[in-house]
């Protein structure tokens, strides 16, 4: 049903059903084998990310003990999600260079992250059970009353990087920003902008543009990414919000057009779109992936995890995975995700609180 944009639907919580933290929940538990590639939104704003060497110090590679066992790797998400393959993908890449033990992916599936976050804290601050993260966490943390945000827990690093798009269905008059904004101008309250879910990255970014346009325009909430898509594909909304790995067989058969990242440069997957802060409408907002911890993990194995990431993103098979999703390596220090993610949070909370 469509709906005119207000703060009073886009301020709707979600609801949560944590599951209790001692008993973990049910956990998906499964091995280093990537997954089929997809992708999981969170985005992340503006300052840009350290473009640091990931290579790891061979001299401790060398010599550390660290791990000593298995290491645990907790995702928030259902197996094939973005956060998902890069964890399987870092987990497959450091095969045969864990002392002879392994990195497991557990898929804690629950309450937009509340589920993971809960059984996390639980965990030993040892190094031997880590998570991937986004912020979509940063959502979950800031629009519901989720009993572990994502401030309780150490930030390690960031690997990755999602851009962000705004696209329409292939068979609209416009090209670019400017042109959607002109022909919302002429056909105002024609327009239906789809959101995936309430509180998503995608709808951030979509009210960003609405809001500081200025535009007249519908709005179409949905439970999910695959439904909303669906609609537009079918004609029944014009415009929405997401990462290339979501639409790009659509965009390769001509079925959609791609009007703007929401990165503050052009990306090497379609260096022809331009920015959205190019075309008028002063908005960056960036998706980032990393690793958290317990928040009394030392700093010496925070070290200890980073260069194992490092060594990761080191690897050929890691790029092909990630950049074949759309997606960008991107080595970002602990320190600056964190904040990354701590200006998404008040940024979040400006547009959609």
Known sequence: ????????????????????????????????????AATTAAATTAAPATQAPTKAPESV??????????????????????????????????????????????????????????????????????MGTSTSIVLSSVFTDIPVPYTEFKFVCGMVKDPEYIYCRADLPFDDIQGLIAYAKEHPGELSFGFPMPQSSEALSQTCLIQESGIDANVVVFEGGPECFTSLLGGHIDVSAGSYDDFGASYENGDIKVLATLLGAPTSTLPDVKPLCEQGIDVTLEKARGIIVPKDTPDEVCAEIDRLVRMAMDSEEFHTVIEGQGCE?????????????????????????
């Open 329 to 353: 390596v991107v080595y970002i220090p602990g320190d600056e995700l964190r904040d990354m993610y701590d200006k998404f949070a008040e940024y979040a909370k400006s547009k959609l609180g």
């Open 61 to 130: 590679a060398e010599t550390s003990k660290y791990p000593e066992k298995d290491i645990t790797a907790v995702y928030f998400s259902k197996v094939g999600s973005g956060g998902d393959v890069m964890l399987r993908t870092m987990a497959k890449a450091l095969e045969g260079k864990l002392n002879g033990h392994n990195m497991v992916v557990e898929n804690r599936v629950g309450s937009s992250g509340g589920v993971a976050m809960a059984y996390l804290k639980e965990c030993a601050p040892d190094g031997y059970t880590i």
């Open 1 to 36: 049903m469509k709906k005119r944009i207000c703060s009073a639907l886009l301020a709707s919580a979600m609801v949560l059903a944590l599951a209790a933290c001692s008993s973990g929940g049910a956990a998906a538990t499964t091995a280093a084998p990537a997954a089929p």
